[in-house]
């Protein structure tokens, strides 16, 4: 088995170096922009009936539709920063899956705009501005319960683990990520064609959530393999049930999007505290 984790690590490790590079960061960032820029242009073009027959019919005519364009490669970014994460300790791949909701709500309420004429106007549009102060303060309060869950942070599980345990655990869960990467880059390619193509399709992040809340429960499971005390199997219990409950977040409409990120994200606070906290001499004897 050590000669199979060593081939996951060989994998998984030059690629995890390669995308957090600072290097590769500016990169993206920069691709993003001229991504972006050239989105306003090629609208731009599609409004002065410029572009010819065959792509003007699937290119927009709202500018606002290349900042839903830009945030939505945003999520695709972090989404891939998430399953990177996978391998660290369950509490922080949850925190990344928190980033990735308020990001969500915060490109549903530019999304909203796309719905507006240009230039912007109140008349006619006081829904769609309920539902962007809805989807924005929601983003904002997550960002806020966010810093307060990374606060109440202080150790892991993974800290207790035996050496051997803990690299033969962690390897398991690289290969977890390299086959979620995989899932991940087909799902982006089918729904990219079918966005060229002009075939009605869902949206493939809420999509890949469904399989994140799967990729979950299979790390609770796996996970008892190493850590089979009662404290360790509820905390990470109650960390799927968290993202669980962002899920359906992300399935509810507004309003109701944002009180059940809310309630998942104050959910994994309390999880935290109260397993750190009033639980901390029960964890010290299951690792002893």
Known sequence: MHFLYDKINYIFDPLHHVWEHERMHRKISFALVIFFLASLVIIELNRQNLLPGQ????????????????????????????IFTIPCSFSRSVGKQFEILSLILMRNAFKELTGFSEPVSFEGNSQAILNILSDGFGALLIFVL??????????TQDDKMKPVDLYSFVAAKKAIALLLLLTFTFMGIQSALAAIT???????????????????????????????????????????????????????????????????????????????????????????
Do not use: W
């Open 55 to 82: 792509f003007s019919s699937f290119v927009p005519r709202n500018h606002f539709y290349a900042v839903q364009a830009a945030f939505t490669v945003v999520l695709v970014l972090e989404v891939i920063s998430l």
């Open 198 to 288: 002009g075939v009605e399709h869902t949206d493939f992040l809420h999509s890949f959530y469904t399989i994140l809340i799967l990729t979950d429960i299979l790390v609770v499971l796996f996970s008892q393999c190493y850590q089979p005390s009662f404290y360790a199997v509820f905390r990470n219990s109650g960390y799927a049930l968290s993202t669980l409950i962002i899920r359906l977040a992300l399935a509810a409409p507004p309003f109701y999007n944002v009180l059940l990120g809310l309630a998942a994200a104050l959910f994994a606070i309390f999880l935290t505290i109260t397993s750190q906290k009033l639980f901390a001499g029960a964890h010290r004897n299951s690792s002893g």
């Open 146 to 155: 966010l810093g307060f869950y990374y606060m109440v942070q202080t150790h």
